[in-house]
């Protein structure tokens, strides 16, 4: 029998167009699960338009065996023990130059079906308040793996070298034991567009991508991290942009709590602390700042696993003792 893609049993985390029978994720890091107790089941991943190199997924089973592969058309999984497994998969990275914004996307993560003898068991409620993270390439977990290179093109060892799951952000919401959602883009910023046709901040945020409006509920927490790739833009239109970025995320969570994070290689400390101040009185909000600066060394732009955990644990600690995590 066939289990569309939009069957009650399967749960998806992360930025997710969602229908009756596909989802659709450009997003690193977002990830769907599901529960079975058949000895067999075979993934159907709409892989068409998906271009060379293909994205690599994480495939965790009962959050203890994980295996990374890169995504296919049919993917067969056999059990042998006859028990209920809870089966978790996650976008862990993927070339950025492939097309992820608008169609044709290369670029994706597409289930349509679980081919699979039975219905899928019902999972356990997920009662996690939830954290997104708005930002770019680091977001994402761009070059986490460096030396996991073995093209003169680099791009086309992205999958390889980039694992959303070792990020500071997933690693942060694993710390507060929050629910993740992630919006990394490389490249992207509050003043220009990036990767994939990805557009800047304020016009993308409320899109999983073209056309696919975000349709999750507003998270209990959001981390706005953007500024690297604004380093060369003139200061007042970084300003500008940064608070209409500001606004158009206000308006569509309104209830969210906002923290606003500097970039790790120390530029705009300063500047997004006096923007957030003054937004704050402005506005009559309560937008959290943190300045990053120092925490790691300004280079390598993108941090391996090492600076991404420093960050993490900085960040948690804060996060924590700010909101009672």
């Not at 069957?7 to 992360?14: A, C, E, L, P, Q």
Request: proline share 6%.
């Amino acid at each position: 029998m066939f289990t569309y893609a939009g069957d009650k049993n399967i749960r998806y985390t992360g930025r997710w167009k969602e229908d009756e029978h596909r989802a659709v994720s450009t997003a690193q890091g977002s990830y769907l699960e599901f529960m079975t107790d058949a000895p067999e089941f075979v993934l159907h991943f709409d892989t068409t338009e998906v271009g060379y190199p293909r994205p690599h997924l994480y495939v965790i089973f009962d959050d203890t065996y994980k295996v990374e592969t890169p995504i296919d058309r049919y993917m067969r999984f056999e059990f042998a023990d006859g028990k209920p497994h809870h089966v978790k998969i996650i976008s862990k990275g993927a070339m950025e130059m492939q097309s992820r914004w608008s169609w044709r996307l290369e670029s994706a993560f597409i289930l349509v079906v679980i081919e699979i003898d039975r219905e899928l068991l019902p999972l356990p409620e997920d009662t996690r308040k939830t954290i997104e993270f708005v930002g770019d390439s680091i977001t994402e977990g761009v070059v986490i793996d460096e030396n996991r290179r073995f093209h003169t093109d680099d791009q086309k060892d992205r999958p390889l070298q980039d694992d959303a799951t070792a990020t500071y952000a997933y690693l942060t919401a694993q710390n507060l034991n929050l629910r993740p959602y992630i919006m990394g883009y490389g490249a992207v910023g509050v003043t220009h567009g990036g990767c994939g046709w990805v557009p800047k901040v304020a016009e993308a945020y409320p899109f999983n991508f073209s056309g696919a409006p975000v349709t999750y509920k507003s998270p209990d927490y959001i981390v706005f991290n953007h500024g690297t790739n604004d380093r060369f833009a003139p200061l007042d239109l970084f300003e500008k942009e940064y608070i209409g970025a500001l606004d158009v995320i206000r308006e569509k969570n309104p209830t969210s709590k906002l923290i606003a994070l500097t970039p790790f290689c120390g530029v705009f400390d300063e500047v997004i602390e006096k923007i957030v101040k003054e937004y704050n009185e402005k506005n009559n909000t309560d937008i959290f700042y943190i300045g990053t600066k120092g925490w790691i060394s300004p280079e390598p732009i993108h941090p391996d696993r090492t600076g991404h955990r420093t960050v993490a644990e900085k960040l948690s600690a804060i996060l924590k003792e700010r909101f009672g995590l």
